[in-house]
């Protein structure tokens, strides 16, 4: 089946640091990719997503660009704040006859230090 | 509008006995799925329900797990009897469209520790 590979946590910035958690994946189709974020005592919350191929998906700063050619949809934002110390899950859309579901990363934990 | 809600956040419970987690969805929601976290792995699809019916049950582990959704509203899962490795965290999501147009919304969990 499909799957997701993210790169291991922690991962520990001072504020204002660049930050990039890397995301590849491996799919037979076309899937959709996502970035989930659970924060602290919070359910997951959908923080981006791209269809399709060269899409960039943008939240909150946040930016993620769908690479078919090196299947990767690493999540980078240029300025990070205390706000942004959560669980950060890559995902992709799996469709198995007409049946569908997201297969998630390990999650990568983001702490962000002042 | 009520996100999707999950009980009880936290079970403590010994090995042989039975759990029962409970999820209501965001109302108007036909689809609703369970993913289980383990160990701070990755999360795990366990199954999703269109209405009251079960479109995929591939992920359920074994057949000490048991999900319901009477009626297409809330659902249940229940693990009888519970063995240590079904710790973790369970995920409930609903949504009102398919994967590809619409999103996904997660309850917070119940956390499941089984002694």
């Known amino acids: 089946g499909d799957s997701v590979t993210q790169m291991e946590g922690p991962v520990t910035l001072s504020e204002e640091a660049f930050l990039t958690i890397n995301c590849t994946y491996t799919a037979t189709g076309y899937p959709s990719l996502f970035w989930y974020v659970q924060y602290p005592g919070e359910g997951l919350q959908l923080l981006l997503k791209?269809?399709?191929?060269?899409d960039k998906g943008s939240n909150k700063g946040f930016e993620a660009t769908y690479r078919k050619e090196t299947t990767s949809f690493h999540l980078e934002k240029g300025s990070v704040q205390v706000s942004d110390s959560a669980v950060y899950f890559c995902?992709?859309?799996?469709?198995?006859?007409?049946?569908?579901?997201?297969?998630f990363g390990q999650g990568t934990r983001l702490t962000i230090n002042p | 509008e009520a996100g999707v809600t999950q009980f009880p956040s936290h079970s403590v419970i010994e090995k042989g006995q039975t759990v029962t987690l409970r999820c209501d969805p965001i109302s108007g929601h036909d689809n609703l799925y369970w993913y289980r976290r383990v160990m701070g792995k990755e999360i795990k699809f366990l199954l999703h329900?269109?209405?009251?019916?079960?479109?995929?049950e591939s992920g359920m582990p074994n057949n000490r797990f048991l999900a319901e959704r009477t009626g297409g509203t809330y659902s249940t899962l229940k693990v009888q009897p519970a063995e240590l490795e079904d710790s973790g965290v369970y995920f409930c999501a609903s949504s009102r469209w398919d994967l590809r147009t619409g999103e996904l919304f997660f309850g917070e969990g119940s956390r499941l520790t089984v002694l």
């Open positions: 791209a269809t399709k191929a060269d």
């Open positions: 995902a992709l859309s799996e469709e198995i006859q007409g049946a569908q579901k997201l297969v």
């Open positions: 329900f269109v209405k009251e019916s079960k479109q995929d």
